[in-house]
């Protein structure tokens, strides 16, 4: 037995920070396992025991300088505050940083531009103005800077810095070098008493601004959950006492009544009880097409109501709605950390004591060898190796790239419940679709009428189908709905009668009609000789034959099946160009199965499996080194969508299904599983880009920062430019996580 705690940790900044956090949790006793997201600042803490130690928990993250805060599952937008409360204050502090700094570059710039020398000394010596530059740089060093310095601090003291030690090394370095040469010139050799206080508060201006940009984009990542939870309608219109009350949705209880005037957003799950109309269903299944209500049929809320007005009764309020249970699958998958993100963790734990290090190296070579003055230099290039090295890209990589997808895939109808499984799901290479109710529609349908001559197949199907209604049987049930589809009026019969499993007979209209199997016909001396080829040829076909005879003589044959889903064979062939092989798992026979995957042009069938056998069969193809998705909507599904290495469940299914699959097609539409893996390629696609731009800009600009093309072009990279470039490098990665929000679902 295993519990879960899910916190909010304010205060990480870079991939360094998360692995120092799982290592820290990791560490409390009683916890075995911990994932740390850094694009939405939350980590999941599992505990092997029946609770988390959450003290213990609390503590560990507190040690470490961030603030943390437990996530409640029954209030899933209770982060919205934090959300908005961390950029009103992180705003101030760029303004209280901007308000001094432009100032304090104006003067220390124009101080050496053109005529400004000249000017500036009328007014006031050098040291005079490097003590203006002091007081205008002061602020931003102690106020706007927040809490880095108190974050590094920690980092530090724990052994394990991160991107705050660097700024604040950097930072502090530039402003304490000005600070002692203003106060002690002569401490310095001839000529290197040098101010950098313009560098030290731009720097952190810049920091400032780059996170500022940062949450923004996070921002945006996560507006999909947003958009969601605002579908719900805050009030609604409720029946009480015979009486239309407005009240809160959270008020409105299982069995209410609630009217849903036209264009109105549906509060709750229900059924409809009285009128009739259309539901746009597009923000929760990406369906496009308005689905027909009536009296009896199942309504999500979130959705829009039509043109006409419609009462509803509530089976599921609250948490409990469809749409509360997309939004915390949503969240979970966002919390879930891609297998590729742990190497980039790994790494990250490592780099920044590195980077310190060659910040170090550096310092000392440039000291050693460095041109005249060489303090000046070394002060230079060391703090540039510390801010261009920081590791912010790194830890935005994958997670940003997992929010903004599985955000998108919940808008068009792909729900993803793991992300880790989007990378599964991108190296698959077979796909195994169970038959009934994901390939075919899960119920039998009239699929062929072979008429004699005499009779038309309206004729001969309204008669049918007058008898078939004295049935429960599905095969009956079939040839009812086929009739109604037509609009055929069926009319009275007269002395009916039903024999349970063979057929039923009665006067339609006058004339003694019987409909049954070939069994029933011969013990009525009805011969069925003439359609007995055509009968045979549909049993070939998996579909179970069925004859009418009217006044003694065989008049049609009615072919019923299962029938096959009209985008199927879209979806096998767009999973075929994907390079997938599919396979069909059934526990139907052997005939109906092969004569169903002829039709859809699968080579490899497996029938008259057990549930347990199905999951045995995705061992084995796993076991030959295949990445192995299931598709499937039953009850017996569950255990080969646990055991597949993707389950991806269809909406329409059961619950248990639901639940075991990875992913969740919102409608029963297989075409959605070719649409799933494009998102989840192009979504593995973007987080290798979104590393190769991080680990090829630290490989590229630290040496540069270090002063390597200074002995061949006489270029360095200078502090205030170092730091405006690691904040573009994690605007890059963001902005390049957002492109999948162009994806499209078909």
């Not at 005249?372 to 090295?389: K, R």
């Not at 038959?435 to 075919?440: D, F, Q, R, S, V």
């Not at 062929?448 to 189908?465: F, N, R």
């Not at 009956?476 to 499993?501: F, H, M, Q, S, Y």
């Amino acid at each position: 037995m295993s519990a879960t705690l899910n916190i909010t940790i304010d205060g990480m900044t870079c991939a360094g920070c998360v692995a120092k956090v799982e290592r820290t949790l990791l560490a409390v006793p009683g916890v075995g396992l911990a994932e740390v997201n850094l694009a939405t600042h939350r980590a999941r803490v599992t505990a092997d025991g029946a609770l988390v130690p959450r003290d213990g928990v609390f503590d560990a993250v507190r040690g470490l300088g961030y603030e943390v805060e437990e996530v409640r599952a029954e209030a899933p937008d209770d982060g919205e505050a934090t959300r908005q409360a961390g950029p009103s204050r992180l705003k101030r502090r760029v303004a209280l940083a901007a308000f001094f700094t432009i100032p304090l570059v104006v003067i220390a710039m124009g101080r050496h531009l053109g005529a400004g020398e000249a000017l500036t000394e009328r007014v006031m010596g050098h040291r005079g103005w490097m003590f203006v530059e002091f007081l205008l740089a002061l602020p931003v060093q102690v106020f706007a800077v927040g809490s880095l310095y108190r974050l590094a601090f920690n980092e530090l003291r724990n052994l394990s810095p991160g991107m705050n030690s660097l700024v604040a090394i950097g930072t502090s370095a530039a402003f304490g070098y000005s600070l002692i040469a203003l106060i002690a010139p002569h401490l310095f050799p001839e000529g290197t008493a040098n101010s950098y206080f313009e560098a030290a508060a731009v720097i952190i201006t810049l920091i400032l601004v780059g996170r500022l940009m940062e949450d923004a984009a996070r921002g945006r990542t996560s507006a999909a959950i947003r958009k969601l939870i605002e579908l719900a309608p805050p009030t609604a219109h409720v029946l009480r006492d015979g009486q239309e009350v407005e009240l809160a949705v959270e008020e409105i209880v299982v069995g209410d009544h609630v009217v849903v005037r036209p264009g109105e957003c549906l509060p709750v799950d229900g059924m409809v009880t009285e009128g009739s109309g259309h539901i746009d269903e597009a923000m929760v299944t990406g369906e496009p097409v308005p689905v027909a209500k009536a009296p009896g049929d199942e309504v999500t809320g979130g959705t829009v109501n039509g043109s006409a007005a419609l009462t509803v009764e509530a089976t599921r309020v609250g948490s409990d709605t469809v749409l509360a249970q997309i939004v915390r699958m949503v969240e979970e998958a966002q919390g879930f950390k891609p297998p590729i993100q742990n190497l980039a963790d790994r790494i990250a734990g490592v780099f920044v004591p590195v980077v310190m290090a060659i910040a170090a190296v550096t310092f000392l070579v440039w000291l050693v060898l460095g041109p005249s003055p060489a303090v000046s230099y070394a002060v230079v290039t060391a703090v540039s190796v510390l801010l261009v090295a920081c590791p912010c890209a790194m830890g935005l990589a994958t997670p940003t790239a997992v929010m903004v997808a599985t955000g998108r895939g919940a808008s068009s109808g792909l729900l993803v419940r793991q992300g880790a499984a989007l990378e599964r799901l991108a190296r698959a290479d077979v796909a195994i679709f169970d038959k009934t109710g994901t390939l075919t529609k899960g119920h039998p349908a009239l699929v062929a009428t072979v008429v004699t001559d005499g009779w038309t197949e309206d004729g001969a199907l309204a008669i049918a189908a007058a008898l078939e209604r004295l049935s429960d049987h599905p095969i009956g049930r079939a040839i009812v709905d086929a009739a109604a589809e037509r609009g055929l009026d069926t009319g009275a019969v007269t002395d009916a009668a039903v024999e349970a499993g063979l057929g039923a007979t009665g006067r339609v209209g006058g004339r003694q009609a019987a409909i049954g199997s070939a069994r029933f016909m011969a013990a009525r001396g009805v011969a069925t000789d003439l359609l007995d080829a055509a009968a045979a040829e549909q049993a070939r076909r998996g579909a179970t034959a069925v004859f009418l005879e009217i006044d003694g003589e065989l008049a049609v044959l009615f072919a019923v099946a299962d029938p096959v889903k009209p985008t199927s064979r879209e979806a096998l062939a767009c999973l075929r160009l994907q390079g997938i092989e599919t396979v069909m798992l059934t526990g139907d026979n052997r005939i109906t199965a092969q004569t169903v995957a002829d039709d859809l042009g699968i080579a490899r069938v497996v029938a008259e499996v057990l549930p347990g056998g199905k999951a045995n069969a995705i061992a084995a193809l796993q076991g030959d080194g295949r990445t192995v998705v299931f598709v499937g909507d039953g009850i017996n599904d569950a255990p080969a969508l646990a055991r597949a290495d993707v389950g991806i469940a269809i909406g329409t299914g059961t619950d248990v299904a639901i639940e075991a699959g990875d992913v969740v097609l919102m409608v029963g539409d297989p075409v959605g599983v070719p649409r799933a893996v494009a998102l989840a390629r192009k979504t593995l696609r973007t987080i290798k880009q979104n590393f190769l731009w991080a680990y090829l800009y630290n490989v590229l600009l630290i040496p540069v920062a270090a002063g390597v093309l200074w002995p061949v072009a006489g270029i360095l990279l200078p502090p205030i430019l170092a730091a405006l470039a690691m904040s573009l490098s994690s605007v890059f990665v963001i902005s390049n996580s957002l492109r999948l929000n162009r994806f499209r679902a078909g």
